[in-house]
């Protein structure tokens, strides 16, 4: 079909859109624009892998609302609401199903300062027009039996669900390859950039692979790529999050929702799937591109969780790992066109990438099938950081 593609380079072979970067949000920027007909290509040396690969899967709109961060949510409830027809959507394109679970989340307090934080959670939510129920430590009790005695109130959030991140990439990447999406499965190393216009990718061996239009969605390492001028790229760093994965009996499951916590400050999550298995995370650490998964990290998390749900040190420990959330400035993403022509970004997601998925696979199609991004993503364009970009250039 060929999307927006005015002045593409002159390669009879080349794609329409080229994505850098097959995690999650590549691949569902991947998926909708073959669906839209364009010819498209994904270029990474390991699709379906990414920070999702790590991610526990909540789609927490409600509960991980923060202040300050009100115009995310307008686009966070837009992509939740759409989960469960893009659930049935993947399960056919992509054959198989993703662990969408509506299960809810129970939001528990253990001392007197988190409950107090709990409480100004609430009346932003309720700000918000958001639904959340209080609950005191003996309702909390009753809906999760396995809590701890101590737990003293907490907030019942009906509307934030869960999925498996891990379902998700691959039914992501069967959908993308039944689409007729192409994979290049090496390393972009630069975005080529001619007369002013992005003309396809650079990859580590020299290669050009040239395209009508290039998304960068390459989460934490968008602003690593090669080629475009320092003032365009995307300002995105890495957050380090470190995750455990425990196995419960599925016939008898410690946990029936996703249970969240503060605990002397820190958030601990524990989200229970279907199939057993309890994911626990996570740390929020700026280190860099550290990846490792350290005993002080897994001991905060097993401490906070063991506090929260004393049973759980009886279950196996089955995985201990660290991702790289993409985080940005304002800890909202940027989509849209990235201030050059053929130039598109999808990064920036921090801790929404699989929340957000479903959303940003239908307005980046958009984008590149119009030039426009919808209005609903508008303001999460990347000119709002074009201040420091244009200093930057300079
Ligand atoms: N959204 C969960 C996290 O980033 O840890």
Redesign the pocket.
């Given at each position: 079909m060929g999307g927006a593609t005015p002045d593409a380079p002159d390669a009879p072979d080349a794609p329409d859109v080229i994505v850098v970067g097959g995690g999650v949000i590549g691949l569902v920027t991947a998926w909708r624009a073959a669906q839209r007909g364009m010819s498209t290509a994904v270029v990474d040396p390991r699709p379906g892998g990414g920070a999702a690969e790590v991610?526990?899967g909540?789609l927490?709109a409600a509960t991980?609302l923060h202040p300050g961060e009100e115009p995310l949510l307008d686009l966070a409830l837009a992509s939740a609401a759409r989960y469960p027809a893009f659930a049935e959507e993947l399960a056919q394109a992509g054959g198989a199903d993703i662990g969408y679970r509506p299960c809810g989340t129970l939001v528990a307090a253990l001392d007197a300062d988190d409950r107090a934080l709990l409480r100004e959670l609430h009346a932003l939510q309720r700000r918000c027009g958001l639904a959340a129920e209080w609950l005191g430590g003996r309702e909390c009790r009753r809906l999760e039996p396995m809590l701890a005695p101590g737990v003293r109130g907490g907030l019942l959030v009906d509307g934030d669900h869960q999925v498996d991140p891990r379902r998700l990439l691959a039914a992501l990447l069967t959908a993308c390859e039944r689409a007729g999406v192409v994979f290049h499965r090496e390393r972009a190393a630069t975005v080529a950039v001619s007369r002013g216009r992005a003309t396809g990718v650079g990859l580590a061996d020299g290669r050009e692979l040239p395209a009508g239009q290039v998304v960068l969605a390459a989460g934490c390492r968008s602003g690593e790529v090669g080629g475009l001028p320092p003032g365009l790229l995307p300002p995105v760093r890495p957050v380090k999050?470190q995750v455990l994965r425990l196995r419960m009996d599925p016939a008898a499951p410690t946990l029936s929702r996703t249970v969240r916590a503060v605990v002397r400050g820190g958030q601990v999550?524990l989200v229970p799937r279907a199939d057993g298995e309890l994911v626990i995370?996570?740390t929020?650490e700026e280190a860099g591109w550290d990846t490792a998964v350290t005993a002080g990290g897994v001991y905060q998390l097993l401490r906070d969780a063991h506090e929260l749900v004393p049973g759980l040190t009886e279950l196996p420990l089955t995985e201990c790992r660290a991702g790289l959330?993409p985080g940005t400035p304002d800890n909202a993403p940027l989509l849209g066109p990235g201030g050059l022509p053929g130039l598109l970004l999808a990064t920036g997601h921090?801790?929404?990438g699989v929340l957000l998925a479903p959303v940003t696979g239908e307005v980046m199609a958009e984008a590149l099938a119009t030039g426009e991004l919808p209005a609903l993503a508008r303001p999460f364009g990347a000119e709002r950081f074009s201040g420091a970009r244009a200093e930057a250039l300079t």
């Amino acid at each position: 079909m060929g999307g927006a593609t005015p002045d593409a380079p002159d390669a009879p072979d080349a794609p329409d859109v080229i994505v850098v970067g097959g995690g999650v949000i590549g691949l569902v920027t991947a998926w909708r624009a073959a669906q839209r007909g364009m010819s498209t290509a994904v270029v990474d040396p390991r699709p379906g892998g990414g920070a999702a690969e790590v991610a526990a899967g909540m789609l927490a709109a409600a509960t991980e609302l923060h202040p300050g961060e009100e115009p995310l949510l307008d686009l966070a409830l837009a992509s939740a609401a759409r989960y469960p027809a893009f659930a049935e959507e993947l399960a056919q394109a992509g054959g198989a199903d993703i662990g969408y679970r509506p299960c809810g989340t129970l939001v528990a307090a253990l001392d007197a300062d988190d409950r107090a934080l709990l409480r100004e959670l609430h009346a932003l939510q309720r700000r918000c027009g958001l639904a959340a129920e209080w609950l005191g430590g003996r309702e909390c009790r009753r809906l999760e039996p396995m809590l701890a005695p101590g737990v003293r109130g907490g907030l019942l959030v009906d509307g934030d669900h869960q999925v498996d991140p891990r379902r998700l990439l691959a039914a992501l990447l069967t959908a993308c390859e039944r689409a007729g999406v192409v994979f290049h499965r090496e390393r972009a190393a630069t975005v080529a950039v001619s007369r002013g216009r992005a003309t396809g990718v650079g990859l580590a061996d020299g290669r050009e692979l040239p395209a009508g239009q290039v998304v960068l969605a390459a989460g934490c390492r968008s602003g690593e790529v090669g080629g475009l001028p320092p003032g365009l790229l995307p300002p995105v760093r890495p957050v380090k999050g470190q995750v455990l994965r425990l196995r419960m009996d599925p016939a008898a499951p410690t946990l029936s929702r996703t249970v969240r916590a503060v605990v002397r400050g820190g958030q601990v999550y524990l989200v229970p799937r279907a199939d057993g298995e309890l994911v626990i995370g996570a740390t929020s650490e700026e280190a860099g591109w550290d990846t490792a998964v350290t005993a002080g990290g897994v001991y905060q998390l097993l401490r906070d969780a063991h506090e929260l749900v004393p049973g759980l040190t009886e279950l196996p420990l089955t995985e201990c790992r660290a991702g790289l959330r993409p985080g940005t400035p304002d800890n909202a993403p940027l989509l849209g066109p990235g201030g050059l022509p053929g130039l598109l970004l999808a990064t920036g997601h921090y801790r929404n990438g699989v929340l957000l998925a479903p959303v940003t696979g239908e307005v980046m199609a958009e984008a590149l099938a119009t030039g426009e991004l919808p209005a609903l993503a508008r303001p999460f364009g990347a000119e709002r950081f074009s201040g420091a970009r244009a200093e930057a250039l300079t």
